[in-house]
């Protein structure tokens, strides 16, 4: 689908890796390693991005990063973009909305990391009815051509959990 009106893949992997979980940075040969692809081609989507202003980069160490541009006028459009893509977007409205007692949910896996993947991996802190939980999750995933895995933290437990904000992403928040 995004692949009618994106042709490049390297693109679309980009625009997934960063702007999924916009926290994350990362660096020219990392992203050429990450996505088995040539260096060339990353830093000419790498640059087009910069010059629309949709990436901020800098230096770390000799090192230049590149990150989401938060305020990019069309940020939030092209996540929202993203999160129907990858199916989160119906997956938070029809689970994590109709839940009730919770404080928060993580993205992890490599949806988390940017990676376009068949699974979704969620993390869910608070009480939540467990067997309604099953049952949106079987309804979300019959809503997307994605397998939905999650674990379930009460509060007591994440309060003594670290979620790395590299590897968890914060998709919603009470």
Same mark, same amino acid.
């Given at each position: ?10 693109? =679309? ?5 960063? %702007? ?12 050429? !390693? !990450? ?9 000419? !989507? ?8 949709? @990436? ?7 090192? &230049? ?8 006028? @069309? ?6 973009? /993203? @999160? ?5 977007? #119906? ?7 109709? /839940?009730? #007692? /919770? ?11 940017? &990676? ?7 993390? %869910? ?10 049952? @949106? ?10 397998? =939905? ?10 309060? =003594?959990?670290? %979620?790395?904000?590299?590897?968890? /992403?914060?998709?919603?928040? !009470?």
């Amino acid at each position: 689908m995004l692949e009618a009106l994106i042709s490049s893949k390297t693109r =679309i992997k980009l625009l997934l890796r960063l %702007f999924l979980n916009p926290d994350s940075s990362a660096y020219l040969r990392g992203l050429a !390693e !990450e996505f088995n692809e040539s260096t060339n081609s990353i830093r000419v !989507e790498l640059n087009r991005f910069e010059e629309a202003g949709m @990436l901020d980069s800098g230096l770390v160490g000799n090192k &230049k990063v590149f990150k989401a541009n938060k305020k990019y006028p @069309l940020f939030q459009e092209v996540r929202s973009i /993203l @999160l129907k893509y990858t199916g989160l977007q #119906d997956v938070i409205d029809e689970v994590v909305e109709k /839940l009730g #007692d /919770l404080s928060k949910v993580y993205l992890s896996g490599d949806l988390a990391l940017g &990676k376009d993947s068949d699974v979704v991996s969620l993390i %869910f802190v608070g009480n939540p009815d467990l067997h309604y939980l099953v049952q @949106l999750i079987q309804k979300a995933e019959s809503l997307v051509p994605k397998k =939905i895995q999650y674990l379930v933290y009460s509060n007591e437990e994440a309060a =003594i959990m670290t %979620f790395d904000p590299n590897q968890n /992403l914060l998709i919603w928040n !009470e």
